[in-house]
């Protein structure tokens, strides 16, 4: 019984040697596998880049947009494309033929618009006249 006992012991402790045996270079200092990469633990000597400075394109201070009723709605021009109406006490719209003029999903000429209507003006102001570069048409 104890023959076998120690036949086993000699086995695991030759088996287990294996490994480390095959491990063996032949004295080049190279390993026969790739290892993992070597981890520096210390900060970069460099320090880390600057985000760039994103600078905003400078907003036209004299550009409104102003919310009201069409009032007291002008047509002149060719075709009586060119208009001029009220928003509010302070504010005459004017918009050129060339005016696009929203609502909803359609883009149209200054035809869309009607007395009453509810609107966006969007353009620059001169005193109380906007000059209006776009129309959208919120309420009818």
Same mark, same amino acid.
């Given at each position: 019984m104890r023959r076998p006992a120690k036949h086993i012991a000699l086995t695991l402790i030759l088996a287990s040697a294996m490994p480390l045996a095959s491990c063996g270079t032949g004295g080049t200092g190279? =390993? /026969?596998y790739p290892t993992a990469p070597t981890v520096n633990l210390l900060p970069p000597s460099t320090p880390s880049p600057v985000p760039p400075v994103v600078t905003t /394109?400078? $907003?036209?201070p004299a550009a409104v947009t102003v919310v &009201?009723? $069409?009032q007291y709605l002008r047509r002149s021009g060719a075709?009586? =494309?060119?208009v001029t109406f009220r928003t509010d006490d302070f504010t005459i719209v004017s918009a050129t033929s060339t005016t696009p003029i929203h609502s909803g999903s359609l883009i149209g000429q200054t035809?869309? =618009?009607r007395e009453g209507q509810t $609107?966006?003006?969007e353009g620059p102001r001169d &005193?109380?006249?906007l000059y209006a570069s776009k129309i959208t048409i919120i309420a009818f």
């Open positions: 190279e =390993l /026969p /394109p400078p $907003v036209d &009201g009723r $069409v075709n009586d =494309l060119d035809d869309f =618009l $609107v966006i003006a &005193g109380e006249f």
